[in-house]
C-alpha cells in the first residue's frame, strides 16, 4: 500500500479555483505526477490528469495518433489489450494515452476537459514534476516541457513545466518517496503565485521552465520554506535580460542557479514557439507579477 503524507488542503476564494490539464513524459502512474495531482485538488483546483501510458522521456513534441494497446500500462496500471485512452476506474480525473506527452496534453486539452469543465474552459495546463531537471539544451528534448509549449502554442492556455532534480520513477502505488510530496508541494506554491495576481496569468505566447533543487535523504531541502526560487534564463546566449538581484541585465543560467550550494529552484520564461528564452520585456512582466515569490542567489 503507498504511504503518503497528508497535505494541508488550502482554502482558496472562488476566483483562484482553476480548472487545470495535467501532463508529464514519465507516465501517468509515476509518484510524481500523481502527488502535484492531489497537491493542486488539496489546494481547490480542479485537475484532470492526461498523461502518457507509459513513459516517453526525451521525446519532445512528438505528436501521433494514440494506439490500441497489447501490453499493459507503466507498472500495470492498466490490462493489456486495452483502448487508446482510458481512465482509472476509481477516478475519471486520472487518464492514461497511449502516446507521447503533446499527443496527451492534446487530448486533455481537447477531449477531457470539455467533458469535465464544460463552457468554462481551462485556466492553466501543467507538466510534470519531472524526474530529473529539464535545464539548458534538454528542455528541446524534454516531453514534458513539449507539453507545456504544446498547451501555449496550439490551445493558447498558459502553461508551467515543472521538473526536480532527485528520484526514480516509482509506481503511484508504491510508498510514495518524501521527494515527491516536496516537490508537488512547491509547484503548487508556484501555481497559487502565477494566478495570484489575475488574468492573463502568462504574457502571450509565453510558459514557465521551473526546477526544483535536490532533496537529500537527510532532509535538506526537505520543506517548502527552504527554497528559494530564482529567476533565470535557459541557455547561456548573448541577449539582455531584465535587471534584478543586480544582474545587471544578465539573468543566471537554470544549471548556475540548480548547482548553486543551497535550496535554490529556477524559474525560467521561454516562448512555446521555439521554446527559447523571451526577451526581456517578457521577463519583465513575470518578475512583476511574481515579486512575492522570486529571491536571489547569494
Same mark, same amino acid.
Given at each position: 500500500? #503507498?504511504?503518503?503524507?497528508?497535505?494541508?488542503?488550502?482554502a482558496?476564494?472562488l476566483a483562484?479555483a482553476?480548472n *487545470? =490539464?495535467?501532463?508529464?513524459?514519465d507516465g501517468?502512474?509515476?509518484?510524481? =505526477? #500523481? %502527488?502535484?495531482?492531489?497537491?493542486l485538488?488539496?489546494?481547490?483546483?480542479?485537475?484532470?490528469?492526461s498523461?502518457? +501510458?507509459?513513459?516517453?522521456?526525451?521525446?519532445?513534441?512528438?505528436? /501521433?495518433?494514440?494506439k490500441? #494497446?497489447?501490453k499493459?500500462c507503466?507498472?500495470?496500471?492498466?490490462?493489456?489489450?486495452g483502448?487508446p485512452?482510458?481512465h482509472?476506474?476509481a477516478?475519471?480525473?486520472?487518464?492514461?494515452?497511449?502516446s507521447?506527452?503533446?499527443?496527451?496534453?492534446k487530448?486533455?486539452?481537447?477531449? !477531457?476537459a470539455p467533458?469535465?469543465? $464544460?463552457?468554462q474552459?481551462?485556466?492553466?495546463?501543467?507538466?510534470?514534476?519531472?524526474?530529473?531537471?529539464n /535545464? $539548458?539544451l534538454?528542455?528541446? /528534448?524534454?516531453?514534458?516541457v513539449?507539453?507545456?509549449?504544446?498547451?501555449? &502554442?496550439?490551445?493558447?492556455v498558459?502553461? /508551467?513545466?515543472?521538473?526536480? &532534480?532527485t528520484?526514480?520513477?516509482?509506481a503511484w502505488?508504491?510508498?510514495r518517496p518524501?521527494y515527491?510530496?516536496?516537490y %508537488?508541494? !512547491?509547484?503548487?506554491?508556484?501555481?497559487?503565485?502565477?494566478v495570484?495576481?489575475?488574468?492573463p496569468y502568462l504574457?502571450?505566447?509565453a510558459? !514557465?521552465?521551473?526546477?526544483?533543487? +535536490? =532533496?537529500?535523504?537527510?532532509?535538506?531541502?526537505? &520543506?517548502?520554506?527552504?527554497v528559494?526560487?530564482? !529567476?533565470?534564463?535557459i541557455?547561456?546566449?548573448? $541577449?539582455?535580460?531584465v535587471?534584478t538581484c543586480g544582474?545587471?541585465k544578465r539573468?543566471p543560467?537554470?544549471?548556475?542557479? *540548480? #548547482?548553486?550550494?543551497?535550496?535554490y529552484?529556477?524559474?525560467?520564461?521561454?516562448? +512555446?514557439?521555439? &521554446?527559447?528564452d523571451?526577451?526581456?520585456?517578457?521577463?519583465?512582466?513575470?518578475?512583476?507579477?511574481l515579486?512575492?515569490?522570486?529571491?536571489?542567489?547569494?
Amino acid at each position: 500500500m #503507498r504511504l503518503s503524507l497528508t497535505l494541508p488542503a488550502l482554502a482558496l476564494p472562488l476566483a483562484t479555483a482553476l480548472n *487545470i =490539464v495535467s501532463s508529464n513524459d514519465d507516465g501517468w502512474a509515476v509518484s510524481n =505526477v #500523481r %502527488a502535484l495531482h492531489d497537491a493542486l485538488t488539496e489546494a481547490g483546483h480542479k485537475v484532470v490528469l492526461s498523461a502518457p +501510458a507509459e513513459n516517453q522521456s526525451g521525446t519532445g513534441s512528438l505528436d /501521433i495518433a494514440p494506439k490500441d #494497446r497489447s501490453k499493459p500500462c507503466q507498472f500495470n496500471s492498466c490490462p493489456a489489450n486495452g483502448p487508446p485512452t482510458g481512465h482509472d476506474p476509481a477516478n475519471p480525473l486520472l487518464n492514461y494515452v497511449n502516446s507521447y506527452p503533446v499527443t496527451s496534453m492534446k487530448h486533455g486539452l481537447q477531449t !477531457l476537459a470539455p467533458q469535465f469543465f $464544460g463552457e468554462q474552459g481551462t485556466d492553466l495546463a501543467v507538466a510534470g514534476p519531472n524526474v530529473g531537471s529539464n /535545464i $539548458g539544451l534538454s528542455v528541446f /528534448i524534454s516531453g514534458t516541457v513539449g507539453a507545456a509549449s504544446y498547451a501555449v &502554442k496550439e490551445a493558447h492556455v498558459p502553461a /508551467i513545466a515543472f521538473s526536480g &532534480k532527485t528520484g526514480d520513477p516509482t509506481a503511484w502505488n508504491d510508498t510514495r518517496p518524501a521527494y515527491s510530496d516536496v516537490y %508537488a508541494k !512547491l509547484a503548487s506554491k508556484v501555481t497559487t503565485a502565477v494566478v495570484g495576481a489575475g488574468k492573463p496569468y502568462l504574457p502571450e505566447g509565453a510558459f !514557465l521552465n521551473v526546477n526544483f533543487p +535536490a =532533496v537529500g535523504d537527510d532532509g535538506s531541502c526537505g &520543506k517548502v520554506e527552504d527554497v528559494t526560487f530564482v !529567476l533565470s534564463r535557459i541557455l547561456g546566449t548573448v $541577449g539582455e535580460d531584465v535587471e534584478t538581484c543586480g544582474s545587471k541585465k544578465r539573468l543566471p543560467t537554470e544549471g548556475s542557479v *540548480i #548547482r548553486t550550494e543551497g535550496c535554490y529552484a529556477s524559474v525560467s520564461v521561454g516562448m +512555446a514557439e521555439n &521554446k527559447l528564452d523571451a526577451n526581456a520585456t517578457v521577463q519583465g512582466v513575470v518578475l512583476g507579477r511574481l515579486q512575492g515569490l522570486l529571491g536571489c542567489l547569494p
